[in-house]
């Protein structure tokens, strides 16, 4: 995974607080036949998502039950995770339906879906 570009998901865009790392299997390799996303051990759970917003309630719950652990303001990933997309990935994150080709960044700031073209 070192010859990976690593991207970034702030909390939000206006403090550019980085909540969580991730990578993209298909910014590795674009002939991959899904787009898997792995966030990494470390990435922080916002604790007050608007649930209610968001569509996979349970692999979020899986999440905070079984692979985080607790703090005053996030559930901290304990081991690397699988999602199925960068949206996927940052809905469950953030508690909210977003669109992750938009918000993971690489170090320049520039987003997923600008870089996989």
């Known amino acids: ?15 550019k607080d980085v909540i ?16 898997e996303f792995r966030v990494l051990k470390g990435s922080k759970l916002i604790k007050r998502p608007t649930v ?27 081991e690397d995770v699988v999602f199925h997309s960068p949206s996927h990935a940052a809905s469950v994150i953030l508690g909210k339906e977003v669109d992750g080709y938009a918000l993971w960044v690489d170090e320049k700031d520039r987003p997923l879906s600008e870089l996989l073209k």
């Open 1 to 15: 995974m070192e010859d990976m570009t690593m991207l970034y998901l702030y909390e939000t865009m206006r403090s």
């Open 20 to 35: 969580a790392k991730g990578v993209s299997l298909k910014l590795f390799d674009p002939k991959h036949p899904n787009h």
């Open 52 to 78: 209610y917003t968001l569509k996979d309630i349970q692999k979020r719950q899986h999440l905070e039950d079984h692979l985080s652990e607790e703090t005053e303001h996030y559930f901290v990933l304990t």
